[in-house]
């Protein structure tokens, strides 16, 4: 099980709730969550098999924005 975190342009519950079929479609559900109160809007994704890419993907694919921590 690894961790990913990545910096993301989600920054309010409505937000959270246009990614939530996206992330949950690729990531699944209770596996990831996004801290909107922190400045980077921090998404951490908890996963087996995927890569930083596929969760960017799914980001991207809702509308948002992700990239990696820096």
């Not at 939530?20 to 209770?30: F, K």
């Not at 809007?41 to 890419?53: A, C, F, G, M, S």
């Amino acid at each position: 099980m690894k961790t990913i975190q990545l910096k993301t342009n989600i920054n309010c519950s409505g937000c959270v709730e246009k990614v939530t079929q996206s992330l949950n479609e690729t990531v699944g559900t209770a596996t990831w969550e996004v801290d909107t109160q922190n400045p980077k809007k921090i998404l951490t994704v908890t996963t087996d098999n995927l890569d930083e890419k596929e969760v960017i993907k799914a980001v991207e694919k809702a509308g948002f924005k992700a990239e990696a921590l820096t």
